[in-house]
């Protein structure tokens, strides 16, 4: 049987959704990407380096989608009635990105990075693998990804039978790592999957975009 090769991802084939469903436990309480960061939002931030990345971008987040209106994106819950984590935001993102016309792909990014580089993207899907995950610091980031759209049923077999932990799915699906290398922020080395969790993460994020050179 012949394998039938697809053809590489054009840059204009590729959306972007925000997985923004994540609380912000240990800081407070709430939508996490809505916190302050300086002078706009966690979310804001990540906005602002993602969009210009893609050829479509949304926001995945369960609730009352009114609370991001001040984005002017498309809002869509999770794909499954109850929290099952991120590859519950990925399946939804799947089922937007398939109703976008010339969309093949799309990458994920969590609203608790706001210092996603530049060319994200490109590094994800210069490989032409179809399912690639950051890499930073020796850390493999699995909400920071390329999805093929094939990969849903995937995803919908994990959640039925109760396996929802995004790292264990990545590694079972044969994912292909992209090292993603420091960015540049005021001057600064910094890691570019940068992750928000706590008070102190908070306070150096804050610091970080409050400093400058000279």
Do not use: Y
């Amino acid at each position: 049987m012949t394998q039938i090769v697809q053809p590489p991802l054009q840059p204009h084939e590729i959306g972007g959704v925000v997985l923004a469903g994540g609380k912000s436990s240990r800081l407070g309480g709430g939508d996490k990407g809505l916190l302050s960061l300086d002078d706009q939002s966690m979310l804001a931030h990540v906005i602002s380096r993602f969009k210009g990345q893609v050829a479509k971008l949304a926001i995945n987040a369960s609730g009352d989608a009114a609370r991001f209106a001040q984005f002017n994106l498309p809002v869509f819950p999770d794909a499954t009635p109850t929290r099952e984590g991120p590859l519950a935001g990925v399946l939804a993102g799947i089922e937007w990105a398939k109703a976008q016309p010339g969309l093949r792909a799309f990458v994920t990014v969590s609203t608790d990075a706001p210092f996603i580089p530049p060319d994200l993207v490109k590094r994800l899907s210069a490989s032409g693998a179809p399912l690639v995950c950051a890499v930073s610091h020796a850390h493999v980031h699995p909400t920071i990804s390329l999805w093929p759209l094939t990969i849903a049923d995937s995803i919908r077999t994990a959640l039925a039978e109760g396996r929802r932990e995004m790292m264990a799915f990545v590694v079972e699906q044969g994912a292909r790592l992209a090292i993603v290398p420091e960015t540049q922020v005021n001057g600064q080395s910094v890691d570019p999957m940068f992750n928000v969790n706590t008070p102190e993460e908070l306070d150096s994020a804050r610091r970080i975009l409050q400093s400058s050179v000279g």
